[in-house]
């Protein structure tokens, strides 16, 4: 039977991605069926792809058998809701339509498809989320203070939910369809084609000299390879199967490896081009351009990159490990190079048919069909042509299980456009806050990462930004910077416990604890936390907003200047072993260099390079 399911999904995912090549090439091809028949193969395909009996394993066919009942119920419910649904529609558009309570339980029904569904790929923090939005929307009128609404009954709410494209059939999931899926299948080729790998040696090469090694060479690949991944965890898992046990063999605790690994796919998802396909969501729902959106990001992906570098390199000097021997580092060949086309060819043709003004699923296409051809120069490839449409078909799969995602996410929106919850929300912060720009910056910052929890990237941005984005906009900050910091803070929602989930992914690779590894991860990035922070009070840091030349050289020298300190002041080595007053005094010295006072900064930064003088003068030197 778990056959015959491997099978069924294998056909589904294949298909998505045909019709999502279609999509790319020429259109939507009918709205209201493309969005439901996408979330119902979506919703079919999960339930292949993970059907109970692999969840709750057991030895009693009786148990199996309940369990593959239970897959075939909600195999009928959602086929039940989704033909209900598309047959009732013209009806409800025009108004004429009157429930009855058969429209309500079949409708019920499918959303309690959604929900087991996402449980069985998210986990639980997302479907008790959405849980909790449709009980809010039920019996939310009796609660206090700004939470009470107006008050809703079933019908209301299920019209909203389900028989609209507000809710789980909601211009996200067009969005998703249109622009994202192909970005996911292009994911999935250049990964099935090897050029993952090749980009592990290029970095691996490139950083072989430097203290950390492995570990540094883990960094740079997967904000190489994160950029087009649409999942931390697939990420963590493409890169950290070949980085993490290179960086335990170089004398790297487990629970480091692991963290250095999950704490840099994190990453990815916010380094242009394709920042994890999100960049394109975001030109979707802010109507900014995609270049002005990843040349706002490109600055502050490099210092978040930056700041896992200097801590790797801070850990690798603090435990005595050295560079790599010149002998034993790795060197690339021809084959190599020639190789790595098959990564930055695609790469740069989607950044090119973008500035020919074509549509991002058109740079998706071409890139993904130029990826497919590059592919067959590795001869594993030629040889067994079979991996490419098995690419596919996984590309196809993954966007099944990210659609999941989104429908569900389409239940909170609906909730929340029906109740008005988010411009509450978004007034409450502000009138906690007041004029105070830094306090609705921290209370933005917590809710993002709590939001974003075990979601990936584009569903966690679009909950956030839905949620949280308006208070911040409110205050005054531009829409792209609102937009980014939100972004930020729901990536690094991968690496706070209890969640983490790219720890969680990381952690059996590197045969550690999950929340050791997440306490690492946690570490390695903490100065990285600030730097949303610095870009919303320095928006020259974004080149396209607000710029100017002189205060962004001003910014760039504070902000490298605050990781260097701060990163080893925590580590609590610079070149020795530092003193405890000196590690106090960096931490200290990099957030004054930060606040938003010129006399302030000034004074912290003179102070700090003669604190680095004087201690160089005094301590033995070392290198690198």
Not at 51 to 77: C, E, G, H, M
Not at 318 to 343: H, N, Q, V, Y
Request: glycine share 10%.
């Amino acid at each position: 039977m778990l056959n015959f399911s491997k099978g069924l999904v294998w056909v589904f995912g294949f298909a998505i991605a045909l019709v999502t090549i279609y999509t790319a090439a020429f259109g939507v091809i009918d709205e209201i069926y493309q969005r439901s028949l996408t979330v119902g193969a979506s919703v079919v395909l999960t339930i292949f792809a993970i059907p109970l009996v692999t969840i709750y394993r057991t030895d009693s066919k009786f148990v199996s058998s309940l369990q593959w009942a239970v897959d075939f119920i909600l195999l009928l419910l959602i086929t039940l809701a989704l033909y209900w649904f598309v047959g009732v529609y013209d009806e409800l558009e025009s108004g004429l339509y009157s429930f009855l309570p058969n429209d309500l339980l079949v409708g019920a029904g499918g959303l309690l498809a959604v929900l087991e569904l996402t449980r069985r790929a998210f986990g639980w923090p997302l479907a008790i989320l959405c849980i909790l939005a449709v009980a809010y929307a039920m019996f939310g009128s009796d609660l206090p203070w700004i939470f009470a609404h107006a008050g809703y009954d079933a019908e209301e709410v299920l019209r909203t939910v389900w028989y609209s494209f507000d809710g789980v059939f909601g211009f996200i999931v067009i969005t998703v369809i249109s622009l994202i899926f192909i970005f996911i299948v292009f994911g999935s080729v250049l990964e099935a084609t090897g050029a993952g790998e090749v980009l592990l040696r290029i970095a691996i090469s490139l950083t072989g000299g430097l203290r950390g090694g492995p570990a540094h060479a883990a960094i740079a690949a997967s904000g190489f390879f994160g950029t087009i991944s649409g999942s931390v965890s697939a990420n963590v898992v493409g890169t950290g199967v070949f980085t993490i046990p290179m960086i335990k063999e170089r004398g790297f605790k487990n629970s480091f490896a692991g963290g250095v690994e999950a704490a840099a796919s994190s990453g990815g998802q916010i380094m242009p081009p394709v920042m994890g396909a999100v960049a394109f969501v975001m030109v979707d729902v802010t109507g900014i351009p995609y270049l002005v959106i990843i040349a706002a990001a490109l600055i502050p992906a490099v210092f978040y990159y930056v700041s896992l570098f200097v801590a790797v390199w801070a850990e690798s000097a603090r435990t005595g490990i050295e560079a790599i021997p010149k002998a034993e580092r790795t060197k690339l060949t021809r084959d190599d190079w020639i190789k790595s086309l098959m990564f930055f060819i695609p790469i740069f043709v989607i950044v090119g048919v973008l500035i020919m003004g074509r549509s991002p699923a058109m740079a998706g296409l071409w890139a993904t069909v130029i990826g497919a051809l590059l592919g067959l120069m590795n001869p594993i490839v030629r040889k067994n042509p079979m991996i490419l449409v098995n690419a596919f078909a996984k590309g196809g799969e993954q966007c099944g299980r990210i659609m999941v995602a989104v429908a569900a996410i389409g239940i909170i929106i609906g909730v929340l456009n029906l109740t008005g919850l988010g411009i509450r929300f978004s007034n409450m912060i502000l009138a906690f806050a007041g004029s105070n720009l830094f306090v609705a910056l921290v209370l933005v910052a917590l809710a993002s990462l709590v939001l974003g929890m075990g979601l990936p990237t584009i569903p966690a941005y679009l909950i956030i930004v839905l949620i949280m984005g308006e208070a911040i906009e409110k205050l005054g900050v531009p829409k792209l910077l609102v937009h980014l910091f939100v972004l930020y803070y729901g990536v690094l929602s991968a690496i706070i416990p209890p969640v983490a989930i790219a720890a969680y992914a990381a952690a059996p690779i590197a045969q550690a604890n999950p929340m050791t590894t997440a306490l690492q991860a946690l570490r390695l990035s903490f100065v990285g936390f600030i730097v949303p922070f610095v870009f919303v009070y320095n928006p020259s840091l974004s080149l396209v907003t607000d710029f100017e030349i002189i205060p962004f050289i001003w910014v760039l020298m504070r902000l490298s200047l605050a990781i260097w300190i701060m990163t080893t002041g925590l580590s609590g080595v610079d070149r020795t072993v530092l003193p405890f007053w000196s590690r106090i005094l960096r931490l200290v010295l990099g957030v004054c260099v930060l606040l938003d006072f010129t006399e302030v900064q000034v004074t912290a930064f003179a102070l700090s390079l003669l604190l680095l003088y004087f201690e160089a003068r005094r301590k033995p030197q070392g290198g690198i």
